[in-house]
């Protein structure tokens, strides 16, 4: 079983052990292991004791500076759009930090190629990086940054993207402190300014969108150039410039995605939502996020007891084998 922060691995019928908040634990929504891209957060799926509310709840990681977890989350609530998964719930000053957001069924990016059994499909990567550079546009144009974005950050639901780990970098280390090497952030994703202590701005955004971009379509956030697929290589060898000021500004991203011959003119310079519609994932993610639903909905959590099946691998997908073609059954 999953360890909840400070306690011992109890037995199953213990459910003070599977608690974060009021929330009893469900299960973990993220894999672990080798292979798996850091995550800089602790992310389950749980309900609360009256079994009303299923939420995605996330807690700091074992030894993280809680102040300024709680200082992220807090600020994570300005960051909004239709591709963003809303903070809605704190715990309270006086409690260990965490937060919720309501619950949809969602897979981690990396849990998605894993299903899928390899790199998505183009379609699917264009369509995940409009999203994504739809939001960051949004929230730049509002001097807002995210801080934190790389593959795990990114949860797939069958209507499109969600953004979430809002403020990472800056939970990570404060400015001035080096962050190359700490816990939870994936070192692909961290703008090389961001590593060495810099104050996250919209270019590390755009770097760590990059990063998505690469993973996404490759599975590897800093792949050789000639493992991306050719209509790909400009857009994210500009993305991942160390140079922040050649960078592209996430509108020029949106705008210079790869289009798919048959993708129709009127789609090319629609908003992202153009680009979600049916089919934008492939039929083996779908079926992991309808099992994931249907493994949720058949939990039964009432007050002071456990969850009711194993938080070893995230619901709809397979944690231990991260190359894995199928969703666990």
Same mark, same amino acid.
């Given at each position: 079983?999953?360890?909840?922060?400070?306690? =011992?691995?109890?037995?199953?019928?213990?459910?003070?052990?599977? =608690?974060?908040?009021?929330?009893?634990?469900?299960?973990?929504?993220?894999?672990?292991?080798?292979?798996?891209?850091?995550?800089?957060?602790?992310?389950?799926?749980?309900?609360?004791?009256?079994?009303?509310?299923?939420?995605?709840?996330?807690?700091?990681?074992?030894?993280?500076?809680?102040?300024?977890?709680?200082?992220?989350?807090?600020?994570?609530?300005?960051?909004?759009?239709?591709?963003?998964?809303?903070?809605?719930?704190?715990?309270?000053?006086?409690?260990?930090?965490?937060?919720?957001?309501?619950?949809?069924?969602?897979?981690?990016?990396?849990?998605?190629?894993?299903?899928?059994?390899?790199?998505?499909?183009?379609?699917?990567?264009?369509?995940?990086?409009?999203?994504?550079?739809?939001?960051?546009?949004?929230?730049?144009?509002?001097?807002?940054?995210?801080?934190?974005?790389?593959?795990?950050?990114?949860?797939?639901?069958?209507?499109?993207?969600?953004?979430?780990?809002?403020?990472?970098?800056?939970?990570?280390?404060?400015? *001035?402190?080096?962050?190359?090497?700490?816990?939870?952030?994936?070192?692909?994703?961290?703008?090389?300014? !961001?590593?060495?202590?810099?104050?996250?701005?919209?270019? *590390?955004?755009?770097?760590?969108?990059?990063?998505?971009?690469?993973?996404?379509?490759?599975?590897?956030?800093?792949?050789?150039?000639?493992?991306?697929?050719?209509?790909?290589?400009?857009?994210?060898?500009?993305?991942?410039? =160390?140079?922040?000021?050649? =960078?592209?500004?996430?509108?020029?991203?949106?705008?210079?995605?790869?289009?798919?011959?048959?993708?129709?003119?009127?789609?090319?310079?629609?908003?992202?939502?153009?680009?979600?519609?049916?089919?934008?994932?492939?039929?083996?993610?779908?079926?992991?996020?309808?099992? !994931?639903?249907?493994?949720?909905?058949?939990?039964?959590?009432?007050?002071?007891?456990?969850?009711?099946?194993?938080? !070893?691998?995230?619901? @709809? @997908?397979?944690?231990?084998?991260?190359?894995?073609?199928?969703?666990?059954?």
């Amino acid at each position: 079983m999953e360890r909840v922060q400070g306690e =011992r691995p109890r037995r199953r019928s213990d459910g003070a052990a599977r =608690r974060i908040g009021p929330y009893h634990l469900i299960t973990r929504l993220d894999p672990a292991g080798p292979g798996q891209p850091p995550v800089p957060v602790r992310r389950f799926i749980a309900r609360s004791a009256d079994g009303d509310r299923t939420v995605l709840v996330g807690a700091p990681l074992d030894g993280a500076d809680a102040g300024r977890f709680r200082v992220e989350a807090e600020a994570a609530r300005r960051f909004g759009g239709p591709w963003v998964l809303p903070v809605t719930e704190l715990a309270a000053p006086s409690e260990t930090p965490w937060y919720a957001s309501p619950y949809l069924p969602v897979l981690p990016l990396p849990v998605a190629l894993a299903v899928h059994g390899g790199p998505l499909p183009l379609r699917t990567v264009r369509a995940l990086g409009a999203a994504l550079a739809e939001t960051l546009a949004g929230a730049h144009a509002e001097g807002v940054t995210h801080a934190g974005l790389s593959p795990a950050s990114v949860l797939l639901a069958w209507d499109g993207p969600r953004l979430t780990c809002f403020g990472t970098a800056r939970a990570a280390a404060q400015d *001035g402190v080096p962050r190359t090497g700490l816990p939870g952030l994936e070192p692909g994703s961290l703008a090389p300014e !961001q590593a060495t202590g810099g104050r996250p701005r919209p270019p *590390g955004d755009v770097y760590g969108l990059g990063a998505v971009l690469a993973y996404a379509a490759t599975g590897h956030s800093v792949p050789d150039s000639t493992e991306l697929p050719e209509s790909l290589r400009p857009l994210v060898a500009r993305c991942l410039t =160390r140079d922040a000021a050649a =960078r592209p500004t996430a509108a020029e991203v949106l705008g210079a995605l790869p289009v798919e011959p048959s993708t129709p003119v009127a789609t090319v310079i629609d908003s992202a939502g153009a680009l979600l519609g049916p089919g934008w994932l492939p039929n083996r993610v779908v079926a992991a996020l309808a099992r !994931q639903s249907a493994e949720v909905l058949a939990v039964e959590v009432p007050s002071g007891t456990a969850a009711g099946f194993d938080a !070893q691998a995230p619901a @709809g @997908g397979d944690a231990r084998t991260p190359t894995s073609p199928t969703a666990r059954s």
